[in-house]
């Protein structure tokens, strides 16, 4: 692992050469992202200047390791890589030099030299099953987590798996996979969910923490809200297509050219809260939607068993030739007829901030 020099993340923006100008416009983002004033930029920027380097534990469970993929992907240097390599990331399977014993001891010392103010990430499930579905230096998974909890100052659980079961969870789940969240009740838990999790929403949770002292605030799933606080489809720029009953019926045809919305392809969106959609991904370039495919759900609940993914939501798909019916005889948006036949489930979920499955929506009223 890249260790620098710099004790801080101010020096260590200077030696990497970034700019005062770059830094403050990337401290006027996080301003923004965290919904905070412009007059605070300044007082962000003096905050990450002189923030220590903090030590982070980062445990490795039933996952695909696309997690960490993720947010080594990010196009270098950028400063939320600065950021990643500015905490002391002290333990990490794919990431870290040392190897066997070795590496144990670094773990062990770690907890030792840090304890109560480490922060433990976790990626993957949890197997319950039996004990040795997944273990790591002879140790199951379950104990490991535990035993590295116990000495946290809190615990972010990153990508779907880590907090909420994710694929190794879905039906029948054969290793008995649960999330973080199940075992570990003591300690402060961020879900960072997502399969994988965008990279700056990763760093971004870790910049707060690092700026504030502490963990941003949550819903009820315990997602950040600043990045889960709205449905992809809210803050999806092909939203007005669907407000005008405009679909893509085929991945070829000519509402698919047009950009038309993908909702009866089967496109999550409607029932998954992310910042795809705003953030994008690769540095901005482009999210599913964009590339033409719809949201699959991946940083929903009980993804893998929301229903199939090219299947539509059945919220309006009852009502959409319907809609597009009156629409056309009309002159009214059918999406809008569609929304307005859903508002109530969508606006109830959203003020409770619960998962709407297919099979809420499908429920009569
Ligand atoms: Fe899960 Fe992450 Fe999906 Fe993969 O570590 S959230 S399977 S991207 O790798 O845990």
Partial sequence: MKRPAANNIGSALREAGISRRDFLGFCATLAAAYALPAASVGAIAAALEKAP??????LSFQECTGCTESLTRSHAPTIEGLILEQISLDYHHTLQA????????????AMRANAGKYLLIVDGSVPLGNAGYSTIAGVS??????????????????????????????????????????????????????????PVVITGVLAHFLTFGGLPELDDLGRPKIFYGESIHDRCYRRPFYDQG???????DEGARRGWCLFKLGCKGPVTYNACATTKWNNGVSFPIQSGHGCLGCS????????????????????????????????????AAMA????????????????VTVEDLEKKP
Wanted: glycine share 10%.
């Fill in 340 to 355: 307005v036949a859903n508002r109530g489930k969508k606006a109830a979920a959203k003020a409770a901030h619960a998962p």
């Fill in 53 to 58: 380097r903090a030590s982070v534990i980062w």
């Fill in 98 to 109: 040392a190897a066997g014993e070795a590496a144990e001891q670094a773990r062990m010392e």
């Fill in 246 to 252: 405009k679909f893509a019926e085929t991945f070829d």
């Fill in 141 to 198: 998974n379950v104990d490991m987590l535990k035993e590295v909890a116990q000495g946290a100052a809190a615990v972010i659980a990153v990508g779907t798996c880590a907090a909420y079961g994710g694929i190794p969870a879905a039906q029948p789940n054969p290793t008995g996979a649960v999330p973080v969240s199940a075992v570990i009740n003591d300690k402060p838990i961020v879900n960072v969910p997502g399969c994988p999790p965008i």
């Fill in 300 to 335: 929903q609940p009980g993804f893998w068993d929301m229903g199939p993914f090219y299947k539509a939501l059945s919220m309006p798909t009852a009502n959409v030739e319907k809609a597009a019916g009156i629409a056309a005889a009309a002159g009214v948006a059918a999406g």
